[in-house]
């Protein structure tokens, strides 16, 4: 079969993105992403001005996954859905993950899009519906910040072998539980 002549965007993004997934964001280069295009650098620099253009679509990429991950979960506690995407993002692009994460980075900065995405899904949910969103944007940065260190410790393999992906779960849920107890006591 003959090799490939024209990439698309998306065939370079998904090329970058599987890079980044296994040996992270700084090891993106241009002529890495086109030899594993098995392409020459020029595809790459018709769709894009450098490698910081291509590693910014990575992250977007990386953004969409985290986002298909919440909505396959779809248990119809979407709070509970968010929690769970995000160990398993976490678990299965754990390099991706640590360089999004753990590294101080432009990319990852405090992003509205997603809290509002947030909100609206844990508005769906009947028994998150009454509180405001101030009070559900409080809850998601409270359960990020948790979150964040339990993922954190699940990428890096820090968790005792024993410590299943179900007690992680069952944890989250308990957390939770906590967290939306604690605001409806403010409440009254």
């Known amino acids: 079969m003959a090799p490939k002549n024209k990439f698309t965007k998306q065939d370079i993004i998904q090329a970058a993105f599987d890079i980044a997934k296994e040996e992270g964001i700084d090891a993106l280069t241009i002529r890495l992403i086109a030899k594993q295009l098995g392409s020459s650098i020029a595809p790459i620099y018709v769709n894009f001005e450098n490698i910081e253009e291509v590693k910014e679509s990575v992250v977007k990429r990386a953004q969409t996954v985290a986002k298909e991950l919440i909505l396959e979960q779809n248990s119809g506690q979407p709070f509970r859905d968010i929690g769970i995407a ?19 980075n432009e ?17 769906q949910d009947p028994m998150l519906a009454d509180f405001t969103d101030e009070t559900l944007r409080r809850i998601i940065l409270k359960m990020e910040i948790f979150q964040t260190g339990l993922c954190v410790m699940a990428a890096n393999d820090l968790l005792p072998m024993s410590f299943k992906e179900e007690h992680m779960i069952e944890m989250l849920d308990c957390v939770a539980e906590d967290f939306f107890t604690a605001e409806q006591a403010r409440r009254k």
């Open 86 to 104: 995000s160990l398993k993002f976490a678990r299965e692009y754990s390099v991706l993950y640590r360089d999004l994460i753990m590294k101080n």
């Open 107 to 123: 990319h990852m900065k405090h992003n509205e899009e997603s809290v509002v995405f947030s909100v609206q899904q844990m508005k």
